[in-house]
């Protein structure tokens, strides 16, 4: 488990889970060097231990799609996109392993930040100085959690490979990369605030990196166009890509939404959604849904999520990320 909180998607790569040339299409090579294994609790190691390689529940989801739509040609065809293309999407993190470890610290610094004199409106806005002790500890265990997820998604990648062969046969040949990118994670990078550029910790919590064309964490292929930008939609309505942008820098410190946002608690999608209406619902769409529990399948109804269109298009028409391909689903699996 250390090595793999050390080594994220490289690990999966030097044990067969993955491929070399994957690294290169995940945000930061998926491994943060500054993950400190050590500052991980044995109680989260042993959640994330059995979960490897797992989707989880909730919104997380593997989603096979069909390209309904092309937006941006160029971009499109450097991501090796294409009209009514079949594409798989994954949407997943670093699982209980990462939940515990946000919990272990938040207890943390809820305790030690009255010495600092700082006062929050919710607890889980509990914060401490990077360069005080445990604000150090978490920034670290933090890192290594980020790496778990990125493991986490090439092993799902590789597993989705082999049922892809089982089912369809040699001839479906190997499934490409288009990206992987974190959508709840702390960097420090380099942006201009006020006319001058500062070293910053950027904390993307239901955002995602957006980087413009030229940046240097870009493979090649991208460096033309833009960042890959990955928006989810819910059960039943699209999915988009999108290309970052250099405007995105200046407004956004380079990011973008990760999804449509909810318009409906949990508790209140479960209250005024029937999962096995809604199931049944999208089966007659043609969009077939495989859940490990229906209760939770109203959760994630389309009806408990913003239009995700207009979201999309909001961040289009601000230029944070431009439209690419539109994705709409065939088939959901939820944990």
Same mark, same amino acid.
């Given at each position: 488990?250390?090595?793999?909180? *050390?080594?994220?998607?490289?690990? +999966?790569?030097?044990?067969?889970?993955?491929? #070399?040339?994957?690294?290169?299409?995940?945000?930061?090579?998926?491994?943060?060097?500054?993950?400190? #294994?050590?500052?991980? &609790?044995?109680?989260?190691?042993?959640? /994330?231990?059995?979960?490897?390689?797992?989707?989880?529940?909730?919104?997380?989801?593997?989603?096979?799609?069909?390209?309904?739509?092309?937006?941006?040609?160029?971009?499109?065809?450097?991501? =090796?996109?294409?009209?009514?293309?079949?594409?798989?999407?994954? $949407?997943? =993190?670093?699982?209980?392993?990462?939940?515990?470890?946000?919990?272990?610290?938040?207890?943390?610094?809820?305790?030690?930040?009255?010495?600092?004199?700082?006062?929050? #409106?919710? %607890?889980?806005?509990?914060?401490?100085?990077?360069? &005080?002790?445990?604000?150090?500890?978490?920034?670290?265990?933090?890192?290594?959690?980020?790496?778990?997820?990125?493991?986490?998604?090439?092993?799902?990648?590789?597993?989705?490979?082999?049922?892809? &062969?089982?089912?369809?046969?040699?001839?479906?040949?190997?499934?490409?990369?288009?990206?992987?990118?974190?959508?709840?994670?702390?960097?420090?990078?380099?942006?201009?605030? /006020?006319?001058?550029?500062?070293?910053?910790?950027?904390?993307?919590?239901?955002?995602? *990196? +957006?980087? /413009?064309? =030229?940046?240097?964490?870009?493979?090649?292929?991208?460096?033309?166009?833009?960042?890959?930008?990955?928006?989810?939609?819910?059960?039943?309505?699209?999915?988009?890509?999108?290309?970052?942008?250099?405007?995105?820098?200046?407004? &956004?410190?380079?990011?973008?939404?990760?999804?449509?946002?909810?318009?409906?608690?949990?508790?209140?999608? %479960? %209250?005024?959604? *029937?999962?096995?209406?809604?199931?049944?619902?999208?089966?007659?769409?043609?969009?077939?849904?495989?859940?490990?529990?229906?209760?939770?399948?109203?959760?994630?109804?389309?009806?408990?999520?913003?239009?995700?269109?207009?979201?999309?298009?909001?961040? $289009?028409?601000?230029?944070?990320?431009?439209?690419?391909?539109?994705?709409? #689903?065939?088939?959901?699996?939820? /944990?």
């Amino acid at each position: 488990m250390d090595e793999v909180l *050390r080594k994220g998607a490289e690990w +999966a790569v030097e044990h067969g889970y993955g491929w #070399p040339e994957h690294l290169k299409y995940i945000e930061s090579n998926g491994r943060l060097k500054e993950a400190a #294994p050590g500052k991980v &609790s044995d109680m989260a190691k042993k959640r /994330g231990f059995d979960q490897l390689g797992t989707i989880g529940s909730g919104n997380h989801f593997v989603e096979v799609d069909r390209i309904s739509e092309i937006f941006d040609e160029k971009a499109a065809s450097a991501m =090796g996109l294409y009209e009514n293309q079949i594409v798989v999407l994954i $949407h997943t =993190g670093s699982r209980g392993l990462g939940h515990q470890n946000a919990t272990d610290y938040i207890r943390l610094m809820i305790m030690k930040m009255i010495d600092y004199g700082i006062q929050i #409106p919710d %607890r889980e806005l509990a914060c401490l100085p990077l360069s &005080s002790p445990v604000g150090k500890d978490y920034f670290g265990s933090m890192a290594a959690a980020a790496n778990y997820a990125w493991c986490n998604r090439e092993i799902i990648t590789w597993e989705i490979q082999q049922a892809w &062969s089982d089912i369809l046969g040699l001839t479906a040949g190997k499934l490409e990369l288009v990206y992987d990118v974190a959508h709840n994670i702390a960097k420090i990078e380099t942006h201009k605030v /006020g006319g001058q550029y500062k070293k910053l910790i950027v904390h993307r919590k239901g955002a995602t *990196r +957006a980087f /413009g064309p =030229g940046n240097a964490e870009l493979p090649e292929n991208y460096k033309a166009i833009g960042q890959p930008v990955l928006i989810p939609g819910s059960m039943g309505t699209a999915s988009y890509v999108l290309a970052g942008t250099d405007l995105s820098h200046e407004k &956004s410190l380079g990011s973008a939404c990760h999804g449509a946002g909810r318009r409906l608690s949990r508790r209140a999608a %479960r %209250r005024q959604i *029937r999962s096995r209406e809604l199931v049944d619902h999208l089966r007659e769409r043609g969009i077939f849904v495989k859940a490990g529990s229906l209760s939770g399948v109203a959760e994630e109804a389309p009806e408990a999520y913003k239009d995700v269109n207009m979201v999309v298009e909001s961040v $289009h028409q601000n230029g944070l990320a431009i439209k690419v391909a539109r994705l709409l #689903p065939l088939a959901v699996i939820k /944990g």
